[in-house]
T-cell receptor, first 112, second 114 residues
């Protein structure tokens, strides 16, 4: 089962920041948080990942709380092309597998 | 660098037939994983291959099988197709196995079983 909980859907106005929350209260110390998104019927696209510290790349920022029980993905200036299902995933902590366990994700609708 | 490629992109089969799907990973990537996506069950892990060996397997019946070749290309096979096997089959590749290694997905193969 997925170790994350996300709201099923969210709306965001175009040009505004989209803040997507994720709860992962049972995360263990060596498990990473990964974010992917999937635009309708395409393969999931990697966005960002992190362990403890906040991370930023050209697509998004990832804010992880100090207790690591939750995180927020931030798309700083959402566009219509950011409309997608966003998945928050906690990677298996053993390091012995590349398996990803997907939950239901958050459907983000960016509106003009 | 080219991304993960999957062939064919679309496939229609009838119940009882078998099907083989192909995945070419990103150049230099040695790990390939397969996933099934259906509206009811979402994205589910099928299996993972690394250095031509199956390293991990999801909870799917034995009708689902796969293999990896020495050039890291992978195939998955589904025998005795059922209507419920209609799904988007996704392949993902990564450099190696491990929790910090990012997987990159292909566009998928849409399988329809009639």
């Amino acid at each position: 089962d997925a170790k994350t909980t996300q709201p099923p859907s969210m709306d965001c106005a175009e040009g505004r920041a989209a803040n997507l929350p994720c709860n992962h209260s049972t995360i263990s110390g060596n498990e990473y948080v990964y974010w992917y998104r999937q635009i309708h019927s395409q393969g999931p696209q990697y966005i960002i990942h992190g362990l403890k510290n906040n991370e930023t790349n050209e697509m998004a920022s990832l804010i992880i709380t100090e207790d690591r029980k939750s995180s927020t993905l931030i798309l700083p200036h959402a566009t219509l092309r950011d409309t997608a299902v966003y998945y928050c995933i906690v990677r298996d902590g053993s390091g012995n597998t590349g398996k990803l366990i997907f939950g239901q994700g958050t459907t983000l609708q960016v509106k003009p | 660098k080219a991304g993960v490629t999957q062939t064919p992109r679309y496939l229609i089969k009838t119940r009882g037939q078998q099907v083989t799907l192909s995945c070419s990973p990103i150049s230099g990537h040695r790990s390939v994983s397969w996933y099934q996506q259906t509206p009811g069950q979402g994205l589910q892990f099928l299996f993972e291959y690394f250095s031509e060996t199956q390293r991990n397997k999801g909870n799917f019946p034995g009708r689902f099988s796969g293999r990896q070749f020495s050039n890291s290309r992978s195939e998955m096979n589904v025998s005795t197709l059922e209507l419920g096997d209609s799904a988007l089959y996704l392949c993902a590749s990564s450099l190696y196995r491990g929790q910090t290694d990012t997987q990159y997905f292909g566009p998928g193969t849409r399988l329809t079983v009639l």
